[in-house]
């Protein structure tokens, strides 16, 4: 193998090495970071729809509120339970108003849960406009508003799995912060199960206790769950100190609440609060689960944000490393070009070119006295004599062309011959076959050319036969062919023309002809100069120019037994 094509092999291989492992490198470094922004986001969602479920299962207890007190309803109850909504249509919203989808059919999903929210209100309204309120009433009520939370989990659920897949060192926060928001729920939904009894002051019927007692029991397992997850060492201080706060507000305070109903309910004994009231006193410790879940998902943020921000530092360090990599094989490759490459490839293609018998390239100049200078000035004394045999093959080859022309050219009109016409024609059609356009043959005649050499001469017969090549000259475009193939017949090829043109071009000719005519000269008398035309398209008349030249022909021979001086179309 040439050294010159060896050093530039070595160094296309060199360059193609690095350019894979560069690209190696900021592909891993590219699906890191969208890995981090996708948990970032997800995480970012998670806290969106949490927030909304949050804010649907806060709307549960100024409704049931609403649906406990007698009317008239009171200012402070209404305007609660329109807080309360205003609250979760913002959720709504925002969730709505997220820049990514990480959910399919996100959209519709939460049009439905919205649809299903508002035809729960109506109910409420419903419910609480009735003067009497049967406990089936409030009971669909306060169910048809659970369901709206349940119908958020596998969307919450769907939205967690996505973000923790994407980065799974913040799937412990993520899973605890779904924990204590389903612990939320059940300790909301626990309050849901005595609207009825408070608001018709009634003892708990056997149904509701064993919907109590079910409840209770979920709440313990996702107390004892929790307690797993984020009361351990290793958790942060402030996730532990919420979940401390937690217990003590909802376990020793907000359940305790609970528990007097139902130890009221059993004793026989007047419940202490309406609806609205326990909804009051109840809520705000319960509340306190949900500061565990933000502290949970503020350090999943954090994480996720740590995370993303060292895909960033990776990527800028991988991007460096490129362009600095890359600066360093550019400098190589100059210095090889400027020092080996450029003047072997120099020398090697001014010898190709000798020895394909090309121009003479400009060599260059040796830096130095050595075997380089020595093959450098080697080839240019070849150089010098090839130029010289050069000039001697140019004449050469100036002859052999003018004597190709000549072959070509008919003496009298110099138009094509019949063989320059057949090589030009067959060309000119296989570009037609390849382009799709159209040629047409034009085939004429001169009429009475035996008459006119008779009566008038030879000359006036070659006079004839030039003012009719003339003729063709005037009147043709110069990408058209004209060519006289036979003692007094014509052939004129007319690319991109189609049948109706090419019959208005011969009838132009034909006009022009039929003023003119022919004499001896010295007085003698003149003759008309007319002809007949044959005209053929390619390729409805023929395939090639054989096939198409007969169609004309054959056109042309019409046109002469109809009278002659005329344009005849093939068929």
Not at 64 to 88: D, I, K
Not at 184 to 189: I, P, V
């Amino acid at each position: 193998m040439p050294l010159n094509r060896l050093l530039r092999l070595l160094a296309g291989l060199l360059v193609l090495t690095c350019l894979v492992l560069l690209a190696q490198l900021t592909s891993a470094a590219l699906l890191d970071l969208r890995r981090m922004s996708q948990a970032l986001e997800g995480t970012e969602q998670l806290g969106l729809a949490l927030k909304l479920a949050e804010m649907a299962s806060r709307e549960r207890g100024p409704s049931n509120g609403f649906l406990g007190e007698a009317l008239p309803h009171s200012e402070p109850v209404l305007q609660r339970l329109a807080a309360a909504r205003a609250g979760t249509d913002r959720a709504f919203a925002a969730l709505l108003n997220a820049p990514t989808k990480l959910v399919d059919g996100r959209d519709r999903k939460l049009g439905e849960i919205r649809s299903e929210l508002q035809r729960a209100r109506k109910e409420v309204d419903h419910v609480g406009g009735l003067a009497r309120r049967s406990t089936a009433e409030i009971d669909k009520s306060v169910r048809d508003m659970v369901a709206v939370i349940r119908r958020m989990a596998p969307m919450v659920s769907e939205i967690g799995i996505q973000a923790q897949t994407a980065y799974p060192e913040i799937g412990s926060d993520l899973q605890a912060a779904r924990l204590l928001a389903e612990l939320r729920e059940y300790a909301g939904l626990l309050g849901s199960h005595l609207t009825a009894a408070l608001a018709q002051q009634r003892a708990l019927s056997r149904a509701e206790l064993d919907a109590i007692l079910h409840t209770r029991g979920r709440i313990d397992e996702l107390r004892f769950l929790a307690d797993l997850r984020v009361s351990g060492p290793q958790r942060p201080l402030p996730v532990r100190q919420a979940w401390e706060r937690a217990q003590q507000r909802y376990f020793g305070s907000s359940l305790t609440l609970a528990e007097q109903v139902v130890d009221d309910s059993a004793a026989g004994r007047p419940y202490r609060y309406d609806p609205a009231g326990f909804a009051e006193a109840y809520v705000p410790d319960m509340n306190a689960l949900f500061e565990v879940r933000d502290v949970l998902l503020e350090q999943a943020m954090t994480q996720a944000r740590s995370a993303q921000g060292r895909a960033y530092q990776t990527l800028a360090a991988v991007l460096f490393g490129a362009v600095l990599m890359s600066g360093l094989l550019i400098a190589l490759i100059a210095v090889v070009q400027k020092r080996i490459l450029r003047p072997l490839s120099a020398v090697a293609g001014a010898v190709d070119e000798l020895a394909a018998g090309g121009s003479l390239q400009p060599l260059p100049e040796p830096v130095t006295n050595d075997e380089m200078a020595a093959v450098i000035g080697a080839v240019r004394a070849l150089q010098e004599r090839t130029q010289q045999r050069l000039a001697l093959e140019k004449e050469r080859d100036s002859l052999i062309e003018q004597l190709r022309t000549r072959s070509n050219t008919d003496p009298l009109t110099g138009l094509l011959n019949r063989r320059g016409l057949v090589e030009a024609g067959g060309q000119l059609l296989e570009q037609a076959r390849r382009h799709h356009f159209a040629v047409c043959a034009i085939l004429l005649d001169v009429d009475h050319f035996k008459r006119l050499n008779d009566e008038l001469g030879h000359a006036a017969g070659d006079a004839a036969l030039i003012d009719v090549s003339e003729a063709l000259r005037s009147t043709g475009r110069s990408s058209d062919l004209a060519g006289r193939i036979g003692g007094e017949e014509f052939v004129l090829l007319l690319s991109h023309c189609e049948l109706e043109q090419g019959r208005q071009f011969a009838e132009r000719v034909r006009l022009g002809l039929a003023g003119r005519s022919c004499s001896a000269g010295g007085g003698a008398p003149k003759l008309p100069l007319t002809a007949s035309f044959g005209v053929a398209a390619f390729p409805a008349h023929g395939a090639n120019l054989e096939l198409l030249l007969s169609c004309a022909d054959e056109a042309m021979y019409e046109a002469k037994a109809a009278g002659r001086n005329r344009v005849v179309t093939a068929e």
